[in-house]
């Protein structure tokens, strides 16, 4: 067994500590930052697809509107055919979504 000195305990004790820090912030926070990153990437991209899909159904409706006879059961049914256009978007999405298939 080796005898260390008194004086050289609290440095070893202080130099471990040291490295204990520089190694979590190595082997957590540094990784953390840059999936934090890529989420808010991820999160921006989700936004700005969703706006482009609330502003193409309105799109589609005013298009509707526009092209079918200006009664008030077709103005109906322009809002029944823009949701179903929605709808089977949304269900293409969730079905593509589901489908374990492909590889990344």
């Known amino acids: ?33 840059r999936l934090g990153r890529h989420a808010g990437f991820g999160l921006g991209g989700a936004a700005l697809f969703s706006l482009a899909g609330v502003l193409f159904t309105f799109g589609a409706y005013a298009l509707l509107r526009r092209l079918l ?14 949701f179903a256009l929605a709808a089977a978007a949304a269900g293409i999405i969730v079905w ?6 492909h590889e990344i």
């Open 69 to 82: 006879p200006d009664t008030p059961w077709w103005a109906v049914g322009a809002r029944f055919i823009t």
């Open 1 to 33: 067994m080796v005898k260390t000195e008194a004086r050289e305990l609290p440095d070893l004790v202080r130099d471990l500590w040291e490295m204990s820090k520089e190694y979590l912030r190595q082997e957590t926070l540094d990784p953390t930052k």
């Open 96 to 101: 593509r979504m589901s489908d374990d298939s």
